[in-house]
């Protein structure tokens, strides 16, 4: 356990000046500013000393970090990596926010700024936890790699893939990966007393779509039946209307077979008997918008643009549909679902090859020792929550390690409600102190109990 009013203090102040460094992930790179970075591995250094001087350090790609604690001689475990990300994604709306979002500032219970919560804490958090247990003289019983990605936000190609693909050269291969994901959440889950700290054993795939419609030109005195911003219109209300068919996966029943104990009676009866009241099942999960998108793959239109002049029909728009896929479906059963939707050859249809797209990522096991190592150690530090498998709807960098590992999870350890996660890409990003507190507990554990098995 940590303790001590000055040393939590110091714990506090160090994430709050991590959260001043403007290491921003822009769609383009060209707008990234390298000082920011350069200047955020100076800081690292300089707060953990023991950390950067007792550990292997790579750099990758100029910005990327990988750190190896070297365990015991002739182990005959393989090793096992944590993951976190130092950049952040770009500022929306200053004035949204009630703390500047790069300002680290701390009140008596948070503390605030862009990426509180994604991801620095965790990355702190990991250093600090490193730190205490090279203080305390323990040394692991196997390798434990830390990669600290650059461009995890502009889908890790030049980070993780690197670092990924240098490790898999070396012949290193991981029992075990914990990346960001999950949470522990309170609320979200109905009929449920208890919070659920969900460990994620699988992610979404990834892939956007550019839609372009052709058509003819002229003067907006005189339209046609048909404009090319009114088809596109109508394709993007297709594609919301007629989506791909929701489906229980193998990451959504390891959820509810995990939590069916702590259901109500009538929901344990409906879970134990899934197969057949399957599309009773759908339906309710599909009412709400976090459990649609456990059984289905999402779509979310997100860029559109088309015309040059308000009295001028243009010959051309354009629109960008994002897909999240969920397990089971594919990019090219996207693709081909796209175009039967919308039904209009004048529409062209194209994956976006400028984003890092991905294929639904594998499922880890729940049986592994490494899952239950995970399990323990979350009771320990967090007490009466249930600890169950889930799948997380977004895409992370751990993805990039699916050759090398046997099993990925992704796990950040906070408790957050359905009100707190909209502060995620969102303003005012802030994380309680208690709740980073019991952050770095949770790693110092983690790493203990992975030594212990």
Same mark, same amino acid.
């Given at each position: 356990?940590?303790?001590?009013?000055?040393?939590?203090?110091?714990?506090?102040?160090?994430?709050?000046?991590?959260?001043?460094?403007?290491?921003?992930?822009?769609?383009?790179?060209?707008?990234?500013?390298?000082?920011?970075?350069?200047?955020?591995?100076?800081?690292?250094?300089?707060?953990?000393?023991?950390?950067?001087?007792?550990?292997?350090?790579?750099?990758?790609?100029?910005?990327?970090?990988?750190?190896?604690?070297?365990?015991?001689?002739?182990?005959?475990?393989?090793?096992?990596?944590?993951?976190?990300?130092?950049?952040?994604?770009?500022?929306?709306?200053?004035?949204?926010?009630?703390?500047?979002?790069?300002?680290?500032?701390?009140?008596?219970?948070?503390?605030?700024?862009?990426?509180?919560?994604?991801?620095?804490?965790?990355?702190?958090?990991?250093?600090?936890?490193?730190?205490?247990?090279?203080?305390? %003289?323990?040394? #692991? &019983?196997? =390798?434990?790699?830390? $990669? *600290?990605?650059?461009?995890? @936000?502009?889908?890790?190609?030049?980070?993780?893939?690197?670092?990924?693909?240098?490790?898999?050269?070396?012949?290193?291969?991981?029992?075990?990966?914990?990346?960001?994901?999950?949470?522990?959440?309170? %609320?979200?889950? #109905? &009929?449920? =007393?208890?919070?659920? $700290? *969900?460990?994620?054993?699988? @992610?979404?795939?990834?892939?956007?779509?550019?839609?372009?419609?052709?058509?003819?030109?002229?003067?907006?005195?005189?339209?046609?039946?048909?404009?090319?911003?009114?088809?596109?219109?109508?394709?993007?209300?297709?594609?919301?209307?007629?989506?791909?068919?929701?489906?229980?996966?193998?990451?959504?029943?390891?959820?509810?077979?995990?939590?069916?104990?702590?259901?109500?009676?009538?929901?344990?009866?409906?879970?134990?008997?899934?197969?057949?009241?399957?599309?009773?099942?759908?339906?309710?999960?599909?009412?709400?918008?976090?459990?649609?998108?456990?059984?289905?793959?999402?779509?979310?239109?997100?860029?559109?643009?088309?015309?040059?002049?308000?009295?001028?029909?243009?010959?051309?728009?354009?629109?960008?549909?994002?897909?999240?896929?969920?397990?089971?479906?594919?990019?090219?059963?996207?693709?081909?679902?796209?175009?039967?939707?919308?039904?209009?050859?004048?529409?062209?249809?194209?994956?976006?090859?400028?984003?890092?797209?991905?294929?639904?990522?594998?499922?880890?096991?729940?049986?592994?020792?490494?899952?239950?190592?995970?399990?323990?150690?979350?009771?320990?530090?967090?007490?009466?929550?249930?600890?169950?498998?889930?799948?997380?709807?977004?895409?992370?960098?751990?993805?990039?390690?699916?050759?090398?590992?046997?099993?990925?999870?992704?796990?950040?350890?906070?408790?957050?409600?359905?009100?707190?996660?909209?502060?995620?890409?969102?303003?005012?990003?802030?994380?309680?102190?208690?709740?980073?507190?019991?952050?770095?507990?949770?790693?110092?554990?983690?790493?203990?109990?992975?030594?212990?098995?």
């Amino acid at each position: 356990k940590l303790t001590g009013v000055s040393k939590n203090e110091e714990l506090i102040l160090n994430l709050s000046e991590s959260l001043k460094y403007k290491t921003i992930s822009f769609q383009d790179s060209n707008y990234s500013e390298p000082i920011h970075f350069l200047s955020f591995h100076k800081f690292l250094e300089r707060v953990y000393p023991k950390v950067f001087s007792q550990l292997e350090k790579t750099i990758f790609s100029n910005y990327s970090i990988l750190l190896k604690w070297k365990g015991a001689n002739n182990t005959p475990y393989n090793p096992i990596l944590f993951m976190a990300h130092m950049d952040v994604v770009p500022i929306d709306n200053y004035e949204d926010w009630e703390n500047p979002p790069f300002s680290g500032n701390v009140d008596n219970e948070y503390v605030w700024g862009r990426g509180a919560l994604d991801d620095k804490s965790s990355l702190i958090a990991i250093l600090e936890s490193i730190e205490y247990l090279l203080d305390s %003289g323990f040394s #692991p &019983n196997r =390798d434990i790699y830390f $990669a *600290i990605g650059h461009d995890e @936000e502009n889908s890790g190609i030049k980070g993780n893939a690197v670092i990924a693909d240098s490790l898999a050269l070396e012949g290193v291969y991981f029992d075990m990966v914990i990346d960001e994901g999950s949470i522990i959440t309170n %609320g979200i889950i #109905p &009929n449920l =007393d208890k919070p659920v $700290a *969900i460990v994620g054993i699988a @992610e979404k795939g990834y892939a956007s779509f550019e839609l372009i419609c052709n058509h003819e030109s002229g003067h907006s005195s005189m339209p046609n039946n048909e404009t090319t911003i009114g088809m596109l219109a109508q394709a993007i209300v297709a594609l919301e209307k007629n989506k791909m068919p929701a489906e229980l996966t193998n990451p959504v029943i390891s959820f509810f077979n995990f939590i069916g104990p702590e259901m109500t009676m009538q929901d344990r009866f409906f879970l134990s008997n899934s197969s057949f009241f399957k599309t009773s099942i759908l339906n309710n999960l599909d009412i709400n918008p976090i459990t649609s998108a456990m059984v289905r793959t999402t779509v979310a239109p997100t860029i559109i643009n088309g015309g040059l002049k308000s009295n001028i029909l243009p010959s051309s728009a354009r629109a960008i549909v994002n897909y999240r896929i969920r397990q089971g479906d594919s990019i090219e059963e996207v693709r081909k679902h796209i175009i039967s939707a919308i039904n209009n050859d004048l529409i062209s249809v194209a994956q976006l090859k400028n984003d890092l797209s991905a294929e639904p990522s594998k499922v880890s096991s729940t049986k592994s020792p490494e899952f239950h190592i995970i399990h323990k150690t979350i009771k320990e530090v967090f007490g009466d929550v249930i600890v169950s498998p889930g799948m997380i709807l977004a895409t992370t960098d751990s993805r990039h390690y699916q050759n090398i590992s046997k099993n990925i999870y992704r796990f950040m350890p906070i408790q957050l409600s359905s009100n707190d996660l909209s502060m995620i890409h969102g303003a005012n990003e802030k994380i309680s102190i208690d709740s980073y507190i019991k952050m770095i507990e949770f790693y110092i554990n983690l790493i203990q109990n992975i030594h212990a098995s």
